[in-house]
C-alpha cells in the first residue's frame, strides 16, 4: 500500500525550502503556490513527487515546469490585480492556476488537446473562474483576448514570434525562458521599447524545451 502523504505540508516545504530561500518574495505569489495543489495537475504515478524541484514528464514530450522557475517567472512579470495575462503551453493547467489568484482574468494556450481538456477540467473543479482554457497553436499565441499585460512561457523557447510579441500591451511584459543554440538557456524579461522588444536576462534556468518554437532556418549561401 502507498503510504499516505501529507500534500499540505509538501506544499508548505516547497514554499518555505525552494521559493523563499531563492528570491521569491512577493506576499501574493507565495500564497498562491500554497493554495494550489500541484499534485493534482500531475500524472498519477508522480503525485509523491509532485513538489519537488524540478520539471515533472507529462507525456508527448511536454513537462510541468519547476515551481521555482515558474515562481520567479511570475514575479518578473510584476502582475497588478487588473493584469489580463497569457499563459502559453499551460499544460494542465498549474501556471493558470497560480495566477489566477492575483490576475484579474489568464488565458491558458495549450495546443495538446488532452493537456487541455485536463485543465479545463481542474481550473473548474478548483473554482478558478477567472481563467479560461483555449486550444490551438502555441506560436500564434491567442489574438482575440489580447493585448495582455504580461505573456508567460511554459518551457524554455528559442524566440519570441512575431505574432506573440504583438499581443503584448504598451506597458506588458514577456517572461520566457531563452534558449540559444550556443548558451545557457536564460530567463529573460522583455518590454515595449519603441517598435520592438528589449530584452533583460535575469538568470539561468535548466527547463525542458516548448514544442513549436524552433528558431528560424539561418540563410545559406
Same mark, same amino acid.
Given at each position: 500500500?502507498?503510504? !499516505?502523504? *501529507?500534500y499540505?505540508?509538501?506544499?508548505?516545504? !516547497?514554499? &518555505?525550502?525552494q521559493?523563499?530561500?531563492?528570491?521569491?518574495?512577493?506576499r501574493?505569489?507565495?500564497?498562491?503556490?500554497?493554495?494550489? =495543489?500541484?499534485?493534482?495537475?500531475?500524472?498519477e504515478?508522480?503525485?509523491?513527487?509532485?513538489?519537488? *524541484?524540478? *520539471?515533472?514528464?507529462?507525456g508527448?514530450?511536454?513537462?510541468? !515546469?519547476?515551481?521555482?522557475?515558474?515562481?520567479?517567472?511570475?514575479?518578473?512579470?510584476?502582475?497588478?490585480?487588473?493584469?489580463?495575462?497569457?499563459?502559453?503551453? $499551460?499544460?494542465?493547467g498549474? *501556471?493558470?492556476?497560480?495566477?489566477?489568484?492575483?490576475? $484579474?482574468?489568464?488565458?491558458?494556450?495549450? $495546443? &495538446?488537446?488532452? /493537456?487541455?481538456?485536463?485543465a479545463?477540467?481542474?481550473? #473548474?473543479?478548483?473554482?478558478?473562474v477567472?481563467?479560461?482554457?483555449?486550444?490551438?497553436? /502555441?506560436?500564434?499565441g491567442h489574438?482575440?483576448?489580447? =493585448?495582455? &499585460?504580461?505573456?508567460?512561457?511554459?518551457?524554455?523557447? $528559442?524566440?519570441?514570434?512575431?505574432?506573440?510579441?504583438?499581443?503584448?500591451?504598451?506597458?506588458?511584459?514577456?517572461?520566457? #525562458?531563452?534558449?540559444?543554440?550556443?548558451?545557457?538557456?536564460?530567463?529573460?524579461? !522583455?518590454?515595449?521599447?519603441?517598435?520592438?522588444?528589449?530584452?533583460? =536576462?535575469? +538568470?539561468d534556468?535548466?527547463?525542458?524545451?516548448? =514544442?513549436?518554437?524552433?528558431?528560424?532556418?539561418? +540563410?545559406?549561401?
Amino acid at each position: 500500500m502507498r503510504p !499516505m502523504i *501529507d500534500y499540505a505540508a509538501a506544499r508548505l516545504n !516547497m514554499v &518555505d525550502g525552494q521559493l523563499r530561500t531563492n528570491g521569491v518574495v512577493d506576499r501574493a505569489l507565495l500564497e498562491a503556490f500554497l493554495a494550489v =495543489p500541484r499534485e493534482r495537475f500531475v500524472p498519477e504515478a508522480l503525485k509523491g513527487v509532485a513538489y519537488t *524541484d524540478k *520539471d515533472l514528464p507529462l507525456g508527448n514530450g511536454r513537462y510541468l !515546469m519547476e515551481p521555482l522557475v515558474l515562481a520567479r517567472l511570475t514575479q518578473l512579470a510584476e502582475l497588478g490585480p487588473n493584469a489580463r495575462v497569457l499563459c502559453v503551453g $499551460s499544460g494542465p493547467g498549474y *501556471d493558470a492556476a497560480v495566477i489566477a489568484h492575483f490576475a $484579474s482574468a489568464v488565458v491558458a494556450l495549450e $495546443s &495538446d488537446s488532452s /493537456l487541455g481538456a485536463t485543465a479545463r477540467h481542474l481550473l #473548474v473543479e478548483l473554482g478558478y473562474v477567472t481563467a479560461s482554457v483555449v486550444e490551438g497553436p /502555441l506560436a500564434q499565441g491567442h489574438a482575440a483576448d489580447a =493585448p495582455y &499585460d504580461a505573456i508567460i512561457f511554459g518551457g524554455a523557447i $528559442s524566440e519570441v514570434p512575431d505574432s506573440i510579441a504583438r499581443q503584448l500591451a504598451k506597458s506588458g511584459r514577456i517572461v520566457a #525562458v531563452l534558449r540559444g543554440e550556443a548558451r545557457v538557456a536564460q530567463v529573460t524579461v !522583455m518590454a515595449r521599447t519603441g517598435g520592438a522588444l528589449s530584452r533583460r =536576462p535575469v +538568470f539561468d534556468a535548466a527547463v525542458h524545451a516548448l =514544442p513549436g518554437f524552433a528558431p528560424r532556418p539561418a +540563410f545559406v549561401f
